[in-house]
């Protein structure tokens, strides 16, 4: 690594990638060096290799695969690991990247290609947890029912997720032997729980986080909350759910 520095005088980018050519290949590493231009981010850099895919070496390869969509940090699709750190790569910038930039795809998740990986598994868990408000018919409804502004305000924090994954990809719950949901999800929960519309399906979704791999399973270890782009409240999220869960379960004992 260089020193900060270093790094702004620098006129060409090291670039070291963790590939693999396909979900069963096995993985290799490869070096690129790309000029500096002031102003790159990770996707500019993976597009200059796309456009030259030559290796440090001089060998001419396969152009690296990666996803993306907005390049502004709010769609997730092109999060991955940039040096040991889960994060987007159209908000990563050169400049403040040491060299060389090591890219990686995000853990936790099969990969597909290279950097692309298969974030299924987060959306599945969305739909367990049911993390979404019916709406009767395509006709207009009119405004719903007004909340709290204090409430609206919590709960603005945690709408700005983007299922990007950063906090699966660290947490050390999520893993193959378990089928813990995650942060994300517990957080939608709290966030369709709270709204007036929305709360109808509470105790659904509440039962959801009751079985195996719901609240529970959280360890507390708090990754998440340090991998959270959107700084999303999350262990403030797990807590509020947690208790939720509690007096769900209570209920269910007490009532059937
Ligand atoms: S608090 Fe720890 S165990 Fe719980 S979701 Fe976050 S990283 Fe995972
Ligand atoms: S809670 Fe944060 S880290 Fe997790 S998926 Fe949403 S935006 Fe990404
Ligand atoms: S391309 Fe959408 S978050 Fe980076």
Known sequence: MVSGMQVSQRTEINVEILRRDGSEA?????????????????????????????TADGKTVAPVVWDCSCLEEVCGACSMFICGRPRQACSALIDQLPDPIILEPLHKFPVVRDLVVDRQVMFDNLKRVKAWIHIDGTYPIGSGPRMNEKIREKMYAISKCMTCGCCLSVCPQVNDRSAFVGAAPIAQVRLFNAHPTGSYMKSERLDALLEDGGVAACGNAQNCVRACPKQVPLAESIADVGMQTTLRAAKRFLFG
């Open 26 to 54: 096995k993985p290799y590493r490869q070096h690129f060096r790309i000029p500096y231009r002031p102003g790159m981010n990770v996707i500019s850099v993976l597009m200059e290799i796309q456009v030259n895919p030559v």
